[in-house]
């Protein structure tokens, strides 16, 4: 187990907290308001405030242009699909079942570390990404038997946890000689762009004043999740091992689902009860540490 400073610790924390009870807010906010056009509001005003950081910091926001390529394909999967996907998908969803879903990511990147960088993967965490699985069945045959589902947002939300597992790993793999908070800031900018295009094109017709509810939710994602939230994630992706950030990935889905609850009187089934568990086992059965036996002493010579 990575040993994490008091810092890192406090981050962890926050982290769990900020994006656990971040999925009702954002359920809230969606509610009759056009989601793209939610996303883009609060990219627009946390990047202010992210570039602020950086100003007070004397982070420098130059990229060489040679690591643009790589930019653009960080940007991509740990972003720009997950943000999109998880705010439509969410409209469909409860809070808390995007939660779970979208909390599948750290199985997702245990599978892709075997397939495409060639990492061994264990017995355990097989049967993790099976009970994974078995969680994900559940949720999407109930999607398919309640009038008030659809499996559509449970496809996006899968897709969107598939990219953010891409893009973890590529994280933890970049070469980019800079500081992760002008890369966190260049990533927003470029995604901002993207999500305001779109809610161009698909949502100029709908697009009407945001009530205070939808305001609050609009800011809440700004400060906490933009401008601190994902680039601390960022951060530990980048600078830490796997290990470092379990407490946080593993509480998040509970806060998600349980703040759901209580806030937006979500009714919780028992498909829900059951899928929490079975991601909680799969989520530790991937990320937390395997006891090895002590190697036997070696002979001393005669």
Sequence with gaps: MHKLSRQQLTLLVLLTLVWGINWPIMKLGVTGFPPLTFRGLSMWIGLPVLAAVLVWRRVPFRIERAHWRELAVLTVFNMLVWHTLAILAIQTLSSGRAAILGYTMPV?????????FGQRLSGRAWGGVGAAALGVVLLLWHEMTQLTGKPAGVLMMLVAAAAWAVGTQLMRRTKIPHPTLALSFWMTLF???????????????AWAMPTPAVWSAIVYNALGVFAFAQVAWLMMARDLPPIASTLSVMFIPVLGVFSGAWWLGEVLHWQDWAAVALVMVAIASVLLPQRHPPAPPSASPP
């Excluded at 997702?108 to 495409?116: D, E, H, K």
């Excluded at 295009?197 to 017709?205: H, S």
């Design 108 to 116: 997702f990147s245990a599978v892709i570390g075997v397939w495409w």
């Design 191 to 205: 995604t901002a762009l993207w999500t305001t295009a779109l809610a161009v094109i698909f949502e100029r017709e």
